[in-house]
């Protein structure tokens, strides 16, 4: 993995669910995507049932839900709130077989700031 890419494991657990949140220096979608080729060619993370992920890169907003609808919009705009540009974070999760409704947002949400407080990129 490279050496820009921080990864923070196993921050949540709620009905089997887990979540890890990652992120990295990005300028454009291509240096996004090869931050999300490093952490997929983890298996873990590759087996993941969603890698969520968004930022601000060179001023555009950039973001994929990869099917946890609804959440890339979330990172995003706290990424924005904080003032956090030219980085992205990835909001992983392992599904635990129990729908979580709401608080699937609440815990990326919850990951977003871990990240932030953890590599010192904002205030969420």
């Known amino acids: 993995m490279t050496e820009t890419l921080r990864i923070f494991d196993k921050i949540i657990s709620d009905r089997g669910s887990?979540?890890?949140?990652?992120?990295g220096a990005a300028r454009d979608r291509e240096q996004a995507q090869a931050l999300i080729a490093d952490l997929t060619r983890n298996k873990r993370f590759a087996r993941a049932t969603h890698n969520t992920w968004a930022g601000i890169l060179s001023g555009e907003p950039v973001k994929d839900d990869d099917g946890e609808t609804g959440a890339g919009a979330l990172i995003l705009q706290m990424l924005d709130r904080a003032g956090?540009?030219?980085?992205?974070v990835i909001?992983?999760?392992w599904y635990g077989g129990k729908h979580l409704g709401g608080d699937r947002f609440r815990h990326v949400a919850d990951a977003v700031?871990?990240?932030?407080?953890?590599?010192?990129?904002g205030v969420a």
Do not use: K, P
């Open 113 to 121: 700031r871990h990240y932030l407080r953890e590599t010192g990129q």
């Open 91 to 93: 909001v992983t999760r």
């Open 84 to 88: 956090v540009a030219d980085h992205i």
């Open 18 to 23: 887990r979540y890890a949140v990652s992120g």
